[in-house]
């Protein structure tokens, strides 16, 4: 209601206000719930997981040699017909180390072939990295300049693929595998994959 002493000018101005201050509210009701939504998502254990699109897809073709024999090279085929852990890593990686007790102690249940991909390394350090630490892959394959980790969606170690029997890939971890994700993430990705034979 207008008093004697408002203007058609002091009204325009102080609707100018009221709605600043309207849109300013559903500005910091929205910021705020969208701090909130950040806040909760910080708080999920996959936080930092990156969906790998190849989830469900057949497992990118490659032709790696041997880290112990390079002569001899590995494909997608000699890999076929039973499932398979890749674990990708590196001796210049850090984390590869904090994992790498919890991986060979899985490896010896022997309960799924277990695959090293040695990513943009020297040879003779990968050697001295697994006569140090111990050797749990049923065989390495050496990916030197890394171009056929490209195709993998891979972008550093460590990193774990389950691929199924038919060459599909089935699950995917970035970073170091614990205890905790191989019994709640990797084995039941695994007997999954092994029911849909």
Not at 47 to 64: H, M, N, Q, T, Y
Not at 141 to 160: L, N
Not at 189 to 197: C, D, I, P
Request: proline share 7%.
């Amino acid at each position: 209601m207008n008093t004697p002493s408002d203007t058609p000018g002091q009204n325009k101005s102080r609707g100018a206000l009221v709605f600043a201050a309207v849109i300013i509210g559903l500005f910091f009701v929205g910021l705020m719930g969208l701090l909130a939504y950040g806040v909760k998502q910080s708080g999920r254990a996959d936080r930092e997981a990156l969906p790998s699109p190849l989830i469900g897809k057949p497992a990118p073709a490659f032709d790696l040699p041997l880290l112990h024999d390079p002569a001899t090279r590995i494909d997608n085929a000699d890999l076929a017909g039973a499932p398979y852990v890749m674990n990708v890593w590196g001796s210049w990686c850090p984390e590869c180390r904090v994992e790498h007790p919890v991986l060979t102690k899985f490896a010896l249940t022997k309960r799924v072939r277990f695959i090293g991909y040695n990513l943009k390394d020297e040879r003779g350090e990968a050697l001295r990295w697994l006569e140090q630490f111990g050797n749990p892959y049923m065989l390495v394959i050496a990916d030197e300049d890394g171009r056929a980790a490209i195709d993998w969606g891979i972008y550093g170690a460590p990193e774990t693929f389950l691929v199924d029997g038919k060459g599909v890939v089935r699950w995917k971890h970035v970073g170091a595998v614990t205890d905790e994700i191989i019994a709640n993430e990797l084995l039941p990705a695994l007997e999954k994959a092994e029911a849909q034979r």
